[in-house]
């Protein structure tokens, strides 16, 4: 088997326990990441400040603590 397609099962296999450890059951990608830091670059973010954005999937919310 190549390199690549030991890589591109081992990468599955990540996918796939992300997507489990996550409340949207599903594995984030860069591109989420990037499209949150280029709403808070754009005009629609001008307004927001002093706040978290959290791009996890719901991941944090495993760890909320009832008050």
Known sequence: MLDDE????????LKGSL???????ISG????????AL??????GRY???VD???DG???WQY???S
């Open 6 to 13: 030991v890589n591109a099962k081992k990468l599955e296999k």
């Open 19 to 25: 997507s489990k450890a996550n409340a949207l059951g």
């Open 29 to 36: 990608l860069p591109e989420d990441i990037a499209k949150a």
């Open 39 to 44: 709403y808070l670059a754009s005009e629609d």
């Open 48 to 50: 927001v400040t002093c």
């Open 53 to 55: 954005l959290v791009v």
């Open 58 to 60: 719901g991941r944090i």
């Open 64 to 66: 909320h603590e009832a």
